[in-house]
């Protein structure tokens, strides 16, 4: 299967990420990678979570939201009604996750940041794309705000990027696009930190199974991409 964009097996997508995109958020990016483009919003609320605060621990706490527009897909995705996507559900867990394992949440004081993803477009990786690009809006958002006094010192450790690595055509590729993540026999979602730490991995064998040393492949690409995405981050944040 030819790769889009002419890549490589080890090369990610084209990345895009513009700074300040909403004039109202606390901080805000625009992500794209190839034709997946996703809008991260930064707000900071007052109060922390109550199980925290019933339970007596000190700090903050970061939590997130995700979700697909209408025209994000091939077909129209529907508005959640009243019971969320459980698609949806587990995405937003994974990124609230990711970036609270690079945060020191007890510098946050009693507040509560949400990052919101919308999909505007899907075109594979939407969840790897929806945490690099909250990596930066939510770096973006702490200068800011050590800048302004509002933090003691900086909370987050380290920037952390996210992406696709699958098994398509017998052959390990990094950086998943629709075509290839609905052709994948095996595909995974890594979660890594700019110190190559692993902060998740979600493998699974869609039609097959795989050895270890077909998950140690996958594994190096993945490392690849998120070393080339955290890059990407670090040059946008200056």
């Not at 490589?8 to 483009?37: Q, Y």
């Not at 700090?59 to 697909?68: D, K, P, R």
């Not at 690009?133 to 933090?151: I, R, Y």
């Amino acid at each position: 299967m030819d790769r889009s964009y002419d890549r490589e097996a080890d090369e990610i997508r084209p990345v895009k990420i513009e700074l300040d995109f909403l004039r109202n958020a606390k901080s805000s990016a625009m992500i794209s990678c190839g034709n997946t483009r996703i809008l991260i919003a930064i707000s900071l609320v007052g109060g922390a979570p109550r199980w925290k605060k019933e339970q007596g621990i000190p700090g903050g706490w970061i939590t997130s939201e995700y979700g697909m527009m209408p025209g994000s897909t091939l077909t129209r995705k529907s508005r959640p009604k009243s019971k969320q996507d459980g698609r949806a559900v587990e995405i937003q867990r994974l990124i609230g996750r990711s970036l609270r394992a690079v945060v020191n949440v007890e510098l946050l004081g009693d507040n509560s940041i949400y990052v919101d993803c919308d999909v505007i477009d899907a075109d594979g990786g939407t969840r790897c794309a929806s945490i690099t690009g909250a990596s930066v809006a939510l770096m973006h958002c702490f200068n800011q705000m050590l800048k302004d006094g509002d933090v003691p010192e900086m909370p987050m450790k380290e920037l952390l990027g996210a992406v696709s690595v699958g098994m398509v055509d017998g052959r390990a590729v990094c950086d998943l696009d629709y075509k290839e993540d609905y052709a994948a026999a095996v595909d995974m979602n890594v979660v890594m930190t700019e110190s190559n730490q692993f902060v998740e991995i979600q493998g699974t064998g869609e039609e097959t199974t795989f050895s270890k040393d077909e998950s140690n492949q996958l594994l190096g690409l993945a490392e690849k991409g998120i070393a080339d995405l955290i890059q990407i981050q670090k040059d946008i944040l200056g």
